[in-house]
């Protein structure tokens, strides 16, 4: 039986973990945290999945939460400033998405990779850690993440387009959002120059909940996250930017109250894309996977679809591989197979952190007045990968936009 190690407890691990279980692999998981740890631990993403990412689930068995959890049904696009809106449409995607607290999912899916056979190891692994396993398994992965041990893997400066983060990045999970009116919706809310906010439905640890992301530009006026030192604080601040900055939104946001002691979280990421080949001081190699090869902002709420679709490309081709080595080509090969998709996720991403090009200030303004493009629009959450070419390039964007209007003419 192939022996797999895989580090890290995460949406890419646990996914991998159960799948390979599943086609007949050893598979041990490390984790530096056990899942009381997770489950009594800080909120650490607002994790949107979306149908393709959740089909994956689906088909290992795992998607737990599919009746609980309040389903994400549409997109609601706006941006302005002051009482203007220059852009304001909605569109709903072809099947809803979902958001379940990993402080739920990530225990419940370790206990159940036990359940099926797997070895759930309890330790913060290191370099000597990672050499006794590569000595020990046919194949070494690491899903940690944005944990220290993925520096391992070197940085693609050519893949990697910013050497800083462009967000200072606020979440707050809460009780007492007012309902929308029509459906429910990943709520985007620009303001230009100086952030976003971004909401939907989630499930937390005290049930259904809303999950409020504020997008902050470095030293602009929402860039105020230092000054909080209490949740009561973080909310209120929240409340605060809401009210002026996007104060479409505020009606929906005066009572709001905090789901719990640990539902706030002030961070930064890096975008980067990282050489998939981790090199030990043996000569042995390692293979990277999902954030700790290809981290994006949460802007547009990509990574943990992404870690589902990696988990999901990656046993396939564990499972082409039969019992021939994981050798470097191998490694490099799997990483392309996953790029060949998770570029145009960065690209996406990468996008919505600089100020809006022609193409994407087209589409997005014609989305107003054309309804089908709207809902066209609404599933690139679900695969980015649909975007091209139009919302890069301007003649492309005019073409596409015109196909729309001759259908709706
Ligand atoms: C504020 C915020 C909001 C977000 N919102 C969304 C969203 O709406 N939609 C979306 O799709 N994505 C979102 N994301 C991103 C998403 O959460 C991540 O991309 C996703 O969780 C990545 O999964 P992963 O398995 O690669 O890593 P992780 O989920 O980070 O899991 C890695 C695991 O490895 C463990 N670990 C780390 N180091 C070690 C070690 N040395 N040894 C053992 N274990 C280790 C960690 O403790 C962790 O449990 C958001 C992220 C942030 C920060």
């Not at 890419?12 to 984790?31: M, P």
């Not at 070419?389 to 709706?408: C, T």
Request: aromatic letters at 8%.
């Amino acid at each position: 039986m192939r022996k797999i190690t895989i580090i890290g407890a995460g949406q890419a691990g646990l996914q991998l973990g159960i799948g390979l279980l599943g086609q007949g692999y050893a598979v041990r998981i490390a984790s530096n945290r056990s899942a009381e740890q997770i489950g009594a631990g800080r909120v650490m993403s607002s994790q949107s999945m979306y149908d393709m990412a959740l089909a994956f689930e689906r088909e290992l068995g795992i998607a737990f939460w599919d009746q609980e959890c309040p389903p994400t049904d549409g997109v609601h696009m706006r941006a302005g400033s002051g009482d203007q809106l220059l852009i304001d449409w909605r569109g709903l995607m072809c099947a809803p998405g979902q958001s379940v607290d990993q402080r739920i999912k990530m225990p419940v899916w370790m206990a159940e990779f036990q359940r099926r056979g797997g070895e759930l190891v309890i330790e913060d692994a290191g370099i000597p850690e990672l050499e006794r396993y590569a000595q020990t398994s046919d194949l070494v992965i690491v899903a940690t993440g944005k944990g220290e041990i993925g520096k391992l893997f070197e940085r693609d400066n050519e893949l990697s387009p910013f050497d800083a983060s462009l967000r200072t990045i606020s979440l707050t999970y809460v009780h007492g959002m007012k309902p929308r009116e029509d459906f429910s919706a990943l709520n985007i809310s620009i303001n230009p120059g100086i952030g976003e906010l971004v909401n939907f439905p989630g499930m937390t640890l005290s049930g259904p909940c809303d999950i409020i992301n504020l997008e902050c530009i470095p030293n602009g006026p929402m860039d105020r996250w230092h000054e909080v030192k209490t949740q009561e604080e973080h909310l209120a601040l929240a409340v605060q930017m809401i009210e002026e900055y996007f104060p479409w939104e505020a009606e929906r946001c005066r009572n709001l109250r905090l789901t719990d002691d640990q539902c706030t979280l002030v961070g930064r990421v890096t975008p980067t894309v990282r050489k998939p080949v981790g090199y030990l001081p043996s000569g042995r190699t390692v293979l990277g996977m999902a954030d700790v090869l290809v981290l994006n902002d949460p802007i547009t709420g990509q990574g943990s679809n992404n870690a589902s679709k990696c988990a999901n490309v990656y046993m396939q081709c564990i499972l082409d591989q039969g019992e021939k080595a994981f050798d470097d080509q191998w490694k490099n090969a799997t990483f392309a197979r996953y790029w060949d998709y998770a570029q145009w996720v960065a690209k996406f991403t990468n996008t919505h952190l600089l100020p809006p090009t022609e193409p994407v200030l087209k589409v997005l303004s014609a989305c107003g007045r054309l309804p089908q493009l709207a809902a066209h629009f609404s599933n690139a959450f679900n695969d980015p990968k649909m975007l091209t070419p139009w919302y890069y390039d301007n003649e492309e964007a005019e073409r596409f936009i015109a196909s729309f209007a001759s259908q709706a003419a």
